[in-house]
């Protein structure tokens, strides 16, 4: 070469630093470090040059590759450089700036071929595990990569080697390790990650609406969850995107919650999600291991598991470090180390006297805290308030915290690295070369000197000022013991509670919260309204990450310290919401709380009258025989709400209202309320109100078969959600798709559709979401002529719901159609005493619709008459399943049908001809179809034989069910001419 530079495939050695420019790799004292790739491919010319003074104009023409920058780019890339290297301008020991001429590397180095990293040393079936990963990526298809090994196993050091090449190459990789700094704050390896990527930070702060309709947060924070996706999804357009979560067994529960959303979420694309962590950590609960196992069994994801190194890689990285190590003393260390890498790394310090002698420490800890002891008392004093602050920390604090200046500080950084515990990562920041070296070092501490030092990190931190730092001097408080003061943990426990909940944090707000109020026990001047207050915020994240049962006991605590407004709070907050309220269930504990608060609360406080009213009317919706006494509460809270002032309250408790008097029969009556609080909610602009309400209209005019107006409906309820993304409806638009599709016949729509909402439904929770699912599947069996198929599917429906009428006659159903006709009469003969009651629930009628489908297959002529006349006065409506899910034609064709079965041919061509006018007006093509068949049967018997009419008929059905494809209708038509069957 006719320049002096390293050859590719070396390594350049300066000072503690390590540069592998055709791997990408910078490291200091043998641990990667972070480096962006304009500031890697600065350093890496400049020591390529190291011979010569590099002119200001080569490096904006070399490093950047033309591009057009200005000259302010490369002071900042420099500034950037310097900071990696622990170094500043005025005494540089690597890049000096010489004055009208340029930069040189002017640090002392030498070439030397690159050593074996004890981490990858027996890992090529790893390393071509990822990077074919990586390629099904690049292709199109997301990938998961979860590697798992012990501490030291070299998960870390793992993907560095994959990725920081790929990087180089153009990829976008983007890292977040995860709370290095003890106390950081929500969502912190994903804030981290992102900045590489953008300025501006996916993570949104979005506080809740003033007029939140759910009765969950929950769902709030899945909405952010999916705007987030969306952010990192759009990143792979330019290139492919890789993020790096290291140690997630260390994260937060949000951070780690969005992990998994993230995995699970992320549609077609360039984009692949990598972790690193400990399968034996204290932190991955059963929860996480569960959900961590469910990734592992997708069919994108690839699962790594570092063990040990086999002992002959040990071997030939002992000796390649070592060369004269002795046999014995390469053995000792096998032994010893287990063939962890990290482990082998640090016995190599030891002397081979010490090594072949027996006096070989217990174990690393051992080693790490004889290593400290023979630190001078400041640099220990240093590096143990480090070990307080976390893996990663800040030097100049730690100094701080013992009374120490910049000077000792600097000191105790540099006698600390010597000893190869700590590495430095810019100016002020170092970090302890692995997690064992600060565990150990924190453990060696007494409990008085934890103590003491986390009380200094909490006053020295809450010194800056910062609104940054609330989380981490909540952590520090609570942990000093008799040196802190409770009014310091109140007050920052609640600033990071507060911030936590802003951000959807629940997990955090509920670890700050119970700090906040373990630490009110020993505030005796504390008001009992502050305690209630903080209890209330507490029950509300509980109940937002799922813990109904924890929520509900300390909402009931808020309420016995707060008074009637906080009893009102707490039973508002339990009784379950429009999107939550699951059905078939009924909550008798929500419940009673709400007429709790309803006795307690003064008369003149109509609004919250009205809407506790109107919520417990809601709530008692599945409960049994509750019909008088929800008409008497929609009533009396109706009368509240004209007293009350607030429209938006007025609106939102008249949403209950509507809920709670879903029945059928009055669905002209429902649509005009429906409508009129439309209306006002436009006017209003009150954006949840009008989803809510435009679903409530679709599934309004799906009972009344018209079928024009539900399509507006569903595209204005579409526009809605566009601009006003509310989360807990957004499987509402796909599924109620593909209930229109359904009904067209649209077979391929209707399952696209329905594999949509499966996805939001699944990754919401929403326990409806399955109801949904069970229903479209069993609809479609019953179509396709498969009923038989589905019978065990019906019957744990069943067992999992017992209550849920509708499974128990759509298993009727099932049994029905494959001819198991005892055993289908043992299933619908119980429901027979409720369906004859008044009805009392919105499922009513389609059970009803169900339990005639099968007492007309049967011919149970008894049955037939019973449910023909409690079915008659809804003869112009269909049974629809929840909110729009599933249509099941016209009531009017299953009273022909039981028509049919006594023995009245003439009314049950009246009924069927009725059915077919309704079902050609509301598009349900598939239940059309059936409904000729019916009559084409009818009026042969009431004729004697078949008439034109019913040739025609016949002709137009085949011709749906060839058009359309649909089996059950095939059959229907050849066996047109058949009775009903006889038990």
Known sequence: MGERGHQAGTTLRFLEFELDAASYRLSRKGEPLHVERRVFDLIAYLAKHRDRVVPRSELLAEVWGGVTVTSHVLVQALHAARRVLGENAESPSVLKTIRRAGVQFIAPAIEVPPLPSASFLGRDAELAAIRQALARAEAGLPQVVLVEGEPGAGKTRLCHEVLVPLEAAGASVHWGRCAESEGAPAFWPWIRAARTATSESPYPVAPQSE??????????????????????????????????????????????????????????????????????????????????????????????????????????????????????????????????????????????????????????????????????????????????????????LAARMCGFDSEVRENAVAEAEATGLVARSGDVRARFVHDLVREAVYRGLSGSDRGRLHHEAAQMLLATGSDEVWSEVSYHASRAGAFGTSELTLQASHQAATQALVRFAFEDAIVHLSRY?????????????????????????????????????????????????????????????????????????????????LAAIPDDEHALRAMLGSRLAAALVW??????????????????????????????????????????????????????????????????????????????????????????????????LEVHPLPEALWYVPMLRASLATEECDWSAADEYRAEFARVGEALRDLNFGHAQAGFAMASAFHNDVCSDFIEFAAAVVDQFPDFSVFRGAWALMLAESGRYSDSRECYSPLMSEL?????????????????????????????????????????????????????????????????????????????????????????????GYSLVERAAAETSLAGEPTAGVVRDLARADEIADRFGIPRLKRAVRESGDRPRST
């Open 623 to 720: 409960a049994p025989g509750s019909i008088a006494e929800r008409r008497e509460l929609v009533a009396t809270a109706r009368d509240h709400r004209s007293a009350a002032t607030s429209r938006s309250a007025r609106i939102t408790s008249g949403l209950y209202d509507v809920l709670a008097l879903w029945l059928p029969g009055e669905c002209e009556e429902r649509l005009g309320r429906i409508e009129g609080l439309l209306a006002e909610a436009q006017a209003l602009q009150l954006p949840e109100a009008e989803v809510v309400l435009r679903v409530f209209r679709f599934t309004t005019l799906t009972e009344l078969g018209r079928r024009t107006e539900r399509k507006r409906e569903l595209a204005r309820l579409s526009d809605r």
């Open 211 to 396: 007029h939140r309709l759910a009765g969950d947060l929950g769902p709030s924070r899945f909405g952010m969850f999916d705007a987030i996706t969306d952010w990192w999804r759009g990143t792979c357009e330019s290139a492919p995107t890789i993020v790096v979560i290291d140690d997630l067994h260390r994260a937060d529960d949000a951070s780690f919650e969005l992990f998994c959303f993230l995995a699970e979420e992320m549609r077609p694309c360039r984009f692949t999600l990598v972790a690193t962590f400990r399968p034996g950590a204290d932190d991955l609960d059963p929860h996480r291991r569960e959900r961590l196992s469910e990734l592992a069994g997708r069919s994108a994801s690839t699962t790594l598991r570092l063990g040990g190194l086999p002992s002959e890689a040990v071997g030939e990285f002992c000796r390649a470090v070592q060369p004269g190590l002795s046999d014995l003393a390469v053995e000792s260390i096998v032994q010893r180390s287990g063939g962890n890498p990290f482990f082998v790394t640090q016995l190599l310090t030891l002397s081979e006297r010490d090594l072949g002698s027996g006096a070989l420490p217990e174990s690393v800890a051992s080693s790490v805290r004889n290593r400290i002891e023979a630190l001078p008392s400041t640099s220990r004093a240093v590096v143990s308030a480090a070990s307080v602050l976390g893996r990663e920390f800040d030097s100049d």
């Open 836 to 928: 004859q009651a008044v009805p009392e629930d919105n499922l009513w009628l389609l059970t009803s619709a169900l339990v005639g489908e099968c007492v007309a297959t049967i011919g149970d002529s008894e049955n037939a008459g019973l449910l023909l006349e409690a079915m008659k006065p809804f003869a112009d409506e269909q049974p629809v399943a929840g909110y729009g899910v599933l249509s099941w034609g016209s009531v009017s064709r299953v009273l022909g049908r039981l028509a049919r079965v006594i023995s009245r041919p003439a009314l049950a061509v009246d009924l069927l001809s009725r059915a077919i006018e309704q079902e050609q007006h509301s598009g349900c093509t598939n239940w059309l």
């Open 517 to 597: 109020l373990e630490a009110a026990t020993h505030a005796p001047d504390l008001s009992d309204v502050d305690r209630a207050d903080h209890l209330l915020l507490l029950g509300r994240a509980l109940l937002a990450v799922g813990d109904k049962q924890e929520s509900r006991a300390t909402l009931r605590q808020a309420a016995r310290l707060g008074g009637w407004r906080y009893l009102a709070e707490a039973a508002l907050e339990t009784a379950p919401g429009i999107w939550s309220l699951e059905a078939g269930k009924f909550d008798l504990e929500a419940a009673d709380l709400l007429r709790t608060a």
